[in-house]
């Protein structure tokens, strides 16, 4: 079992719809989450960091995280088709770094 | 957010040459990086591991003695692929970790190319 995973998609959602992201991961040792985006051809940026249970909204993005059921969530409201990536979730355990394979998302015009 | 560089940004060699990148945190000092390496159309693969003032710990599989990493300096770790072939032609990535985040930010990437 991998400690992270995601979903591959192709995740497609219309303009203006809310794209839901979803990641789940296996150790309960896991302490911090995050979430980076890539565009195709482009290295990863950090979109958002959580570490607490609940929500954390940073304008359009919002961060789900919920121990109990060892998942995390990245909701992305009023969609772009500049949101168009791909979407890798990652969880520190202990010092390790683990990052899932990534969600491709495309928004439609 | 911290600023991660790579330099180039891109390499066309000849097989059978060095290729020297290097990766530079800007704005923070980061005692920990770590280089990937991605084809295309394929997830993040982690090669390595570099800490400063002390030896790399390589992912299972990845040669150490043919990607040679130097972590010199608090802002500088450099990944040599020795004796380039075809294969290793790649997009590598670094990624620096601040640590009063314990968040890890990347570099622009290099793009590699062997001839």
């Known amino acids: 079992q991998k400690e992270v995973e995601q979903n591959s998609g192709p995740l497609s959602v219309p303009e203006g719809a809310i794209a839901s992201l979803n990641c789940t991961y296996s150790?309960?040792?896991?302490?911090?989450f995050f979430w980076y985006r890539q565009y195709s051809g482009k290295s990863p940026e950090l979109i958002m960091f959580?570490?607490?249970?609940g929500d954390k909204e940073d304008g359009r993005f919002t961060a789900q995280l919920n121990k109990a059921s060892q998942y995390v969530s990245l909701l992305i409201r009023d969609s772009q088709p500049s949101d168009s990536a791909t979407y890798l979730c990652?969880?520190?355990?202990?010092?390790?770094?683990?990052f899932g394979t990534g969600t491709s998302l495309t928004v439609i015009p | 957010g911290a600023v991660v560089s790579q330099h180039p940004s891109r390499v066309i060699c000849k097989s059978g040459t060095s290729v020297k990148i290097e990766c530079r945190s800007l704005?923070?000092?980061?005692?920990?990086m770590f280089w990937y390496r991605q084809f295309p159309k394929q997830s993040l693969m982690l090669m390595a591991t570099?800490?400063?003032?002390?030896?790399?710990?390589?992912e299972q599989g990845v040669e150490k003695d043919k990607f040679l990493i130097n972590h010199a300096s608090l802002t500088l770790s450099t990944l040599t692929v020795t004796s380039a072939h075809p294969e290793d032609s790649s997009f590598y990535i670094c990624?620096?970790?601040?640590?009063?985040?314990?968040?890890?930010?990347f570099g622009p990437g290099t793009r590699l190319l062997v001839l």
């Open positions: 990624s620096a970790l601040q640590g009063s985040q314990e968040t890890q930010y």
């Open positions: 150790d309960r040792g896991s302490q911090s």
């Open positions: 959580i570490y607490s249970n």
């Open positions: 990652a969880a520190i355990t202990g010092n390790q770094f683990y």
């Open positions: 704005d923070f000092q980061a005692t920990t």
């Open positions: 570099s800490n400063e003032g002390s030896k790399a710990t390589y």
